[in-house]
């Protein structure tokens, strides 16, 4: 502590974590029960507080890790919530972020451990304080974000078929798209690469998986669904 600024109130600097996943056609979201007061047992999303020695986003960073096990997540900041009457106990600024995770990557056991379970996006219980907000906030940046971005792929694995993809997009931007058209622009996307494998868990027929290639994206400065 440095003797500077004492004649300002101190306010709490918190960090709340948003995780989107994909799963049977549906964008959801991570949530659990409170784990202290105030609002012990409400439905929420998860997060923490920052610490004296990190930043805003080591502090998204450590509490991601924490609670998936997964590193190098796809991660966005949503912005600040700040309203001086959002938490009852102190105030607590709190700097949002959203994490986009293959749900097959995120194991059951670390689910269990944290008490946490997925939610259709629509069918989002009430939450704690603002944060029923706060995913609002973030679904419409990333609906602004997929048609500019390929983050449709962090909700995929390594290996996907174009039916997939299209749920994806479907999923986060809430309305139906035409399949022909879908795939006529895949087509031309050079980042997007068929592969040889064929995935025939969904018909006896089978489809063709393909997989994003990074180094075409970068090259490609035309990208748009």
């Known amino acids: 502590m440095t003797k500077f600024y004492n004649e300002y109130s101190k306010v709490l600097v918190s960090v709340d974590c948003i995780i989107f996943g994909f799963n049977e056609g549906e964008l959801r979201v991570l949530i659990g029960k409170r784990k202290m007061e105030p609002g012990l047992g409400k439905d929420s999303l998860y997060g923490g507080f920052v610490r004296n020695n990190e930043s805003v986003d080591e502090a998204a960073n450590r509490v991601l890790l924490g609670l998936t096990g997964l590193r190098n997540l796809y991660m966005q900041q949503v912005g600040a919530f700040g309203q001086v009457d959002r938490d009852p106990g102190e105030r607590v600024i709190s700097i949002v972020y959203y994490a986009l995770i293959n749900t097959t990557d995120y194991d059951s056991m670390q689910q269990k451990q944290h008490d946490v379970h997925w939610v259709n996006i629509n069918?989002?219980?009430?939450?704690?304080?603002?944060?029923?907000?706060?995913?609002?906030?973030?679904?419409?940046?990333?609906?602004?974000?997929?048609?500019r971005e390929p983050i449709s792929f962090r909700l995929l694995p390594n290996l996907f078929t174009l039916t997939q993809l299209q749920k994806v997009y479907e999923a986060v931007c809430g309305e139906e798209v035409d399949k022909r058209n879908f795939r006529k622009r895949i087509k031309e996307m050079d980042f997007i690469e068929k592969t040889e494998l064929i995935d025939k868990t969904s018909s006896k027929r089978g489809a063709y998986l393909y997989r994003f290639n990074k180094k075409a994206y970068k090259e490609d400065p035309n990208f748009k669904l």
């Open 123 to 147: 069918d989002l219980p009430e939450l704690y304080s603002d944060h029923n907000e706060m995913v609002r906030k973030a679904h419409k940046m990333m609906k602004d974000k997929i048609s």
